[in-house]
């Protein structure tokens, strides 16, 4: 697997007029990140309409993306629902149709307690064998992923990093400590999901942004991440 470092973006999904979706114009999008110095692509995230697309959409919109990248940048499909079941099954498919990771935002209406948020994540950890992201974003979903629950699931192997869009300093300096804690047994990733914030968030050790403004700024937010990733902070200001 290539490394998780730099901009992502959480790509939308193109359609015509009717809903139905433009393929043609996802291509396109593809090729624009590609040489724009985008790090990877999320097929399917929240920006690319999960939460309204058919079952059917969701999975033939991960293969068309996985097909046409071809290998040139990683693809982690967004495979979260607030059902365990669907989780899985979703996960489950992207994985066949060859995504490189999955996303998985926490159970978002429901406001499972701490211990509900273990079990859903450690039962599709368990039965899904692909690189997960944990993804917190409470301000739409109403469900809190804590650190103490993070620091649990970063145990599972397969449970490989987090992106957190909850844009406070104390939470994410908590995620920094537990990804410095356990390096020495495993990489555990911290992405930013706050376009407002990441910049502060990679200046201080996070690995890159999941990123809705990149669908429009792709080269800048690349070149941000890249001159933090170098330690050059000061001039990605």
């Not at 999904?13 to 110095?37: A, E, N, Q, R």
């Not at 992405?191 to 700024?217: C, E, K």
Request: proline share 4%; hydrophobic share 35%; with cysteine.
């Amino acid at each position: 697997m290539q490394p998780l470092t730099g901009s992502f973006v959480a790509l939308i999904t193109p359609m015509f007029p009717d809903g139905t979706i433009d393929y043609d114009s996802l291509k396109s999008l593809i090729d624009w990140h590609v040489s724009s110095g985008t790090s990877g692509i999320v097929a399917v995230g929240t920006t690319g309409e999960s939460a309204t697309l058919l079952i059917e959409e969701h999975i033939k919109v991960i293969e068309n993306t996985v097909n046409y990248v071809n290998g040139r940048i990683p693809v982690i499909a967004g495979s979260g629902s607030n059902s365990t079941a669907q989780a899985i099954e979703t996960t489950i498919e992207s994985k066949k149709v060859g995504a490189d990771y999955a996303l998985l935002v926490t159970p978002y209406y429901n406001k499972p307690t701490q211990k509900g948020l273990i079990e859903h994540y450690l039962k599709i950890a368990d039965t899904v064998d692909i690189p997960q992201i944990l993804y917190n974003v409470p301000s739409r979903t109403a469900c809190d992923l804590k650190s103490e629950t993070v620091s649990r699931l970063s145990e599972h192997p397969n449970i490989i990093g987090i992106k957190e869009a909850f844009a406070d300093s104390s939470r994410l300096n908590q995620l920094y400590s537990l990804a410095e804690k356990i390096k020495h047994q495993k990489k555990f990733y911290v992405f930013s999901g706050d376009d407002l914030t990441f910049n502060s968030h990679m200046s201080n050790g996070g690995d890159g942004v999941i990123s809705v403004a990149a669908n429009i700024l792709p080269a800048e937010i690349s070149e941000i991440c890249s001159l933090n990733l170098n330690n050059k902070c000061s001039e990605a200001k």
